[in-house]
């Protein structure tokens, strides 16, 4: 039976200990996109990637006929920047924004997936202001997505793709730090093929009990591997640091609601972006990017973007498997390799020393607490699927 700790200073720094002795003598593959950790949870999902990869070589070979004299049917590639209503609003190659809709025929190689998301790189028949129409969704090579609230079969809400890095916004207070959360977008952001860093923010407003809290899940996550800043988005405090971690790269700002996300955007970029963005006045129409993912470029950071997303008061990953969940928890491999049974699942088998490892405080009964929780959650949607073959 594993034991919660009851004197979270005692408690906590116990485990930083112990956890700073595991890191010494255990080595911990970095979780970043080239890993040999996002390739183990990438190949885990291969049978599904397989079937895609087959849809996208088919597209591949169709033979698209353009009667080239007619300029309804030229082609352009474009990226998705933003949603407005029923259109798109996308950044053409030239640096112009138009706006665009989807129609019957558009063409796409995801199946049970969001048609367009933010992020997409399209191709887009030209033809007027108001009649352009995006013909094919191009294939994504990486994506935050997450599972469709209110449907009754599984289907993938991509929030972004094409994007580099997951910055998983946490605050200290208003509301309070959960690491449920930040553990759910982990996984996601691995299975999506992302590297990983985190922010807590609101630190100028921590009281010294809140700060201890920051700062244990400060350590534990640096300690496997992952970037974390504390940061406050009121006093400016850590953002340069954040920029420097951005820099050059297309990230996604994402986290539970009301942890400030809009708010660092602001403070990365020096003045207000967190309401409108930087679309053209003409797409504006009072848009807030609360309300819709929206990808800005940074000031004066060339090819630096940020995707900052509605806040969201529950994430629920999308098709959970229960025999390579574990590979997402990294802390585990060090230990797994000597359970007593091999594709050990650490919930329930008898010799397994990941649990041992819990027990002894050298694994976060946090970071385990989660991995539970997000198994039962695979286990039922198992079920669901099989059900419904």
Not at 50 to 63: A, M, V, Y
Not at 94 to 101: E, L, T
Not at 348 to 359: D, F, I, L, T
């Amino acid at each position: 039976m594993l034991s919660v700790p009851g004197s979270f200073s005692i408690a906590k720094s116990s485990h930083i200990k112990k956890a700073s002795q595991l890191a010494e003598n255990a080595e911990i593959a970095e979780p970043d996109s080239d890993s040999p950790i996002s390739e183990q949870i990438r190949s885990a999902h291969s049978d599904r990637d397989r079937s895609r990869h087959k849809l996208i070589k088919n597209r591949e070979r169709q033979d698209v006929s353009l009667n080239t004299e007619d300029e309804n049917h030229l082609l352009e590639n474009a990226r998705v920047i933003a949603t407005e209503g029923a259109y798109f609003v996308l950044r053409a190659n030239d640096g112009s924004d138009i706006r665009a809709k989807t129609y019957k025929g558009t063409r796409a190689s995801n199946p049970n997936s969001t048609l367009v998301a933010v992020g997409d790189e399209v191709r887009v028949s030209l033809k007027d202001s108001e009649h352009t129409m995006i013909e094919e969704v191009l294939p994504r090579r990486t994506k935050l997505s997450r599972r469709a609230a209110g449907t009754g079969l599984a289907f993938e809400q991509v929030v972004v793709s094409n994007i580099d890095m997951l910055v998983i916004v946490a605050s200290v207070s208003e509301p309070k730090l959960r690491s449920g959360i930040i553990d759910r977008y982990i996984v996601a952001g691995l299975d999506g093929g992302l590297s990983i860093a985190i922010a807590i923010n609101k630190i100028d407003l921590a009281s010294p009990e809140e700060m201890d809290e920051a700062l244990y899940f400060r350590d534990l996550y640096e300690e496997i591997g992952y970037r974390v800043l504390l940061v406050s988005a009121e006093n400016g405090s850590g953002i340069d640091e954040l920029r420097k971690v951005i820099e050059g790269k297309t990230s996604v700002f994402a986290g539970h609601s009301g942890v400030g996300k809009s708010s660092i955007m602001n403070a990365v970029f020096g003045r207000e972006v967190g309401k409108t963005g930087t679309l053209q006045k003409k797409f504006r129409r009072g848009a807030h990017t609360t309300a819709s993912t929206t990808l800005v470029e940074v000031d004066n950071m060339p090819g630096t973007f940020i995707a900052d997303t509605p806040g969201v008061r529950e994430f629920s990953n999308f098709e959970l498997d229960t025999h390579n969940l574990k590979f997402a928890f990294i802390e585990f491999l060090p230990f797994a390799e000597k359970c007593a049974i091999r594709n050990c699942s650490h919930i329930h088998e008898p010799g397994c020393a990941v649990r041992q490892a819990v027990e002894d405080d050298k694994i976060s009964i946090d970071r385990f607490s989660s991995y539970q929780k997000l198994f039962e959650e695979a286990k039922t949607e198992e079920s669901k699927r099989i059900n419904n073959q």
